[in-house]
């Protein structure tokens, strides 16, 4: 196990508070991002946000997160200063769930002015191109680079073993081994995602300017995701190919991860969610006199307004309701698999060093 220097894990306390005050920002200004007709991931007429009903609604929202937000604040900082540095990891979490339940309390404000969307339903009838920037050469280019640093490891095994022995962050060729199949399942995880942006998302709009703002917001989602693929790779080749110095990386990239999403986050705020803040003026106004179109799905669908459950829904991806990107279809088996490739994919060397570690204590 790598034990990092005091110095490290203040900086990694450090960035993990600052991810949680850009969570805090970001929720601050979501009800601003989401399209015209989706407010609080309710439906509603156009124009409804900046009704005094609306604007109120945003008051008090805004008043409970800065409440809510304050108290997650206290109970980080209690946590480390309680429980260490180890507790800050949980400091992301906290700030979530405070978020959330502001956002929540708000919802149900919305509720009652819920519209029924447009029952008109579009489709893409030929696929898009370069949806992934660089096309699946630039995807391709995690796996490769995966690759080599296999065959380097399968090279030099027995030299990597023969190291890896008294060295207290030593690394043997299996651990080695189980870290790379790791970072393999998250790339398979995420490539799915990229090949799901292309081909599994249902459109909002099917064509005119609203179908360019809606493809380019397609497109810079892709590209952040491509880009946390290469983060990931070069990330776990660092590791695999000098893990004595798998320490300096990890203070190193923690800082470069709250960079990495700070720049996605405003390129996606500029845009609004699916291109919706480049609407121009008088297109604005010509469709505050339509009937709302939201995202073309019921409500009833998304449960507590973050989960989209439906299964006469084809599509995978459908548009967050209430924040940048996208979110999984969960009726969908293979929201699921992709759901599981990402996230229980980094506990793997963790089970595989349980699984070594417990028959040691006789369990």
Known sequence: MIHLPIDTRMTIAITIGGFAILSAVLFWFMPRLTRHDLYFAVTVTPGFRDEPEGKSILRRYRLELIIFSGLAFIA??????????????????????????????????????????????????????????????????????????????????????????GQP??????????????????????????????????????????????????????????????????????????PRRGNLMTGALVPFVFVFLLVAIVMLARLGQGGSRILAKEQVSSTISTLPVGDRTPDCYWKLGIFYFNRDDSAVFVEKRFGLGYSLNFARPTAWIILLLILVAPLIPVFAHLTQFLPKLGV
């Not at 979490?93 to 969307?117: D, G, K, N, T």
């Not at 043997?172 to 799915?192: D, E, M």
């Open 76 to 165: 980080f900082a209690a946590g480390v200063g309680w429980f260490g540095v180890g507790f800050a990891s949980a400091g992301q979490f906290i700030e979530l769930v405070a978020s959330f339940i502001a956002f929540y309390l708000a919802r149900q404000r919305v509720l009652p002015y819920a519209a029924p969307p447009t029952m008109i339903r579009e489709a893409e009838l030929h696929s898009q191109n370069r949806v992934i920037p660089g096309g699946w050469i630039a995807a391709s280019g995690p796996f490769i680079l995966l690759a080599a640093c296999t065959g380097y490891l399968w090279i030099h095994r027995a030299q990597i073993d023969a190291g890896a022995g």
């Open 169 to 242: 962050n030593g690394l043997t060729v299996h651990a080695l081994t189980v870290y790379l199949l790791s970072t393999a399942a998250i790339l398979t995880g995420h490539t799915l995602v990229l090949y799901g942006l292309s081909h599994w998302v249902r459109p909002v709009y099917a064509g005119g300017p609203e179908r360019v703002r809606e493809l380019k917001f397609r497109r810079t989602v892709s590209a952040i995701v491509l880009g946390v693929e290469y983060c990931v790779t070069l990330r776990a080749s660092w590791t695999m190919l000098v």
